[in-house]
């Protein structure tokens, strides 16, 4: 089982949709978590980053974590069509040495004006 | 602010020819560098890792190396590339155990 599951997609909604991505993870170490949009061409760019349970807002984005589920999602509310990018989902150990991220593959996310 | 650069952004090589890809971090110390290789549809790679000058872990077993000369200077080498090194090349920092890392703009390699 991979650690970090994460839907491909792509997906494509309509300027002004609310947007869920999704992941899953098997590894109940886990314990931070981070999503990150990277446009094409461009390095990945830190969005949210959490280590509890529940939901963390800014702005239009809003993470959720579920540890108790393994399941981590992001949503977008009124999306736009400059939220086209690929969303990828990191995970991370806690304490001292845990210096690597885990990935997801990234969901592939178009907004059509 | 702390800024990360990476350069060159492209970069086309011959089978065979050396690489050398810098990285450099401004507006911190002692940061915790990445090289990471993103190949589509298949996520994010980590190859090597350094919390320190002249400390580097390797991930990969490949023919590439890293090295850390300088505490914000962070280099991947080559003596002799492959057509398999093709691919987005990503350095990354973060400020210590905990902390989320962030991205430079990466260097698109292929090699002919």
């Known amino acids: 089982q991979k650690e970090v599951e994460q839907d491909p997609g792509p997906l494509s909604v309509p300027e002004g949709a609310i947007v869920s991505l999704n992941c899953t993870y098997s590894?109940?170490?886990?314990?931070?978590f981070m999503w990150y949009r990277q446009y094409s061409r461009k390095g990945p760019e830190l969005l949210m980053y959490?280590?509890?349970?529940g939901n963390k807002e800014d702005g239009r984005f809003t993470a959720q974590v579920d540890k108790s589920s393994k399941y981590i999602s992001l949503f977008i509310r009124d999306s736009q069509p400059s939220d086209s990018a690929t969303y990828l989902c990191?995970?991370?150990?806690?304490?001292?040495?845990?210096?690597?991220?885990?990935f997801g593959k990234g969901t592939k996310l178009s907004v059509i004006p | 602010s702390q800024t990360i650069h990476q350069w060159p952004a492209t970069l086309v090589q011959p089978v065979g020819s050396p690489l050398s890809l810098e990285c450099t971090v401004e507006?911190?110390?002692?940061?915790?560098l990445y090289w990471y290789r993103q190949a589509a549809g298949r996520g994010l790679q980590l190859l090597f890792y350094?919390?320190?000058?002249?400390?580097i872990s390797s991930e990969v077993p490949q023919n590439l190396s890293a090295s850390r000369p300088q505490d914000r200077q962070f280099i991947l080498s080559s003596k002799k590339l492959l057509l398999s090194d093709s691919g987005f090349y990503l350095c990354?920092?973060?400020?210590?155990?905990?902390?989320?890392?962030?991205f430079g703009d990466g260097t698109r390699l292929s090699i002919l």
């Open positions: 959490t280590y509890s349970s």
């Open positions: 350094s919390v320190g000058i002249g400390q």
């Open positions: 990354a920092w973060c400020g210590g155990p905990n902390q989320p890392q962030h």
């Open positions: 590894n109940s170490a886990f314990q931070y």
């Open positions: 990191a995970h991370r150990y806690s304490g001292a040495g845990s210096y690597q991220l885990t």
């Open positions: 507006g911190t110390s002692n940061p915790n």
